[in-house]
């Protein structure tokens, strides 16, 4: 049941991520959004972690553990980043499920890196791998809030989108490797850290860390559900990480459904069948994971 639980709300907290984060980012910007999310989950998690959770005293290695920890945190804001600068120029729908791809991607990594995956799993992987091209190279006149969106911009959102999922799928990789060793709080903080220091302080710095003050309450719901969903994904995947992934990445179609309804946005029916494919091959990739 509990693994079920956290799959479902991290679902749920990651496509109010999606949404809140989409209308932000176009309004102040993707580096602005990033920095303003980042500061508000470290607000959230750091007295979670120093004083509800400190490391394990008996943890073997805490300063290549947390160093790892880091370098996954730093994937993660780069994705981020990237994943913003899309929200900006693309549909969210799309956008929403070819970021969805990063634990196929980390299973991709895995392999190259030595691991053995299910039997049957490199046909999923290539089957998402066909959703993400017909979900992407399908752009083109896809419409939100009434208004057109070209294929050039289509195309880049795409584009920035893949990036931000290789990003997101190296992270993955690597929080893997200390999700068992970290309570989840230590989990989560790096990547808020590292975006603090990385962006935030930069931007402040430059006179450039600036929230338009309408999009306010859309940042500060963004930091709030991204440590939710994390801290959900990583209480659930403790239990059985294939229920807790395979739920987890429903979020890209709520956050499709939520912006068919919300942003009004239409896509091709091309477009469609690929969210589809995306949906089904990370469902498929989970549960073989789990046999």
């Known amino acids: 049941m509990l693994p079920i639980v956290a799959g479902v709300a991290t679902a749920v907290a990651w496509a109010i991520s999606v949404l809140a984060s989409a209308r932000a980012s176009r309004v102040t910007g993707a580096p602005q959004t990033v920095a303003g999310v980042m500061v508000v989950g470290t607000v959230l998690i750091l007295p979670v972690a120093l004083v509800a959770t400190p490391l394990p005293p008996a943890l073997a290695d805490p300063v290549g553990t947390v160093f790892l920890a880091a370098l996954a945190g730093a994937a993660n804001v780069g994705g981020l980043l990237l994943t913003y600068a899309a929200y900006r120029v693309g549909a969210v729908g799309i956008i929403a499920t070819i970021g969805s791809t990063e634990g196929a991607i980390a299973a991709a990594i895995s392999v190259v890196a030595g691991q053995t995956l299910a039997p049957g799993s490199g046909f999923v992987l290539a089957l998402v791998a066909v959703g993400v091209a017909l979900a992407a190279a399908s752009g083109g006149g896809e419409r939100e809030d009434d208004v057109v969106i070209g294929r050039a911009r289509s195309l880049r959102a795409a584009g920035l989108a893949t990036c931000a999922a290789g990003l997101f799928g190296l992270g993955l990789f690597m ?117």
């Open 175 to 291: 929080t893997g490797h200390v999700a068992g060793t970290l309570p989840p709080a230590w989990v989560v903080l790096p990547s808020r850290v590292v975006g603090v220091v990385a962006v935030a302080a930069p931007l402040f710095i430059l006179g450039r860390f600036r929230v338009v003050r309408s999009v306010l309450p859309l940042v500060l719901l963004t930091g709030l559900v991204e440590v939710v969903g994390f801290s959900t994904y990583s209480v659930g995947a403790r239990a059985d990480i294939a229920m807790t992934s395979v739920l987890a990445s429903m979020f890209a179609p709520i956050a499709a459904i939520a912006a068919f309804v919300l942003f009004r946005e239409r896509l091709a029916p091309r477009q469609a069948l690929g969210i589809a494919l995306v949906v089904i091959g990370i469902a498929t990739l989970g549960l073989l994971a789990g046999t």
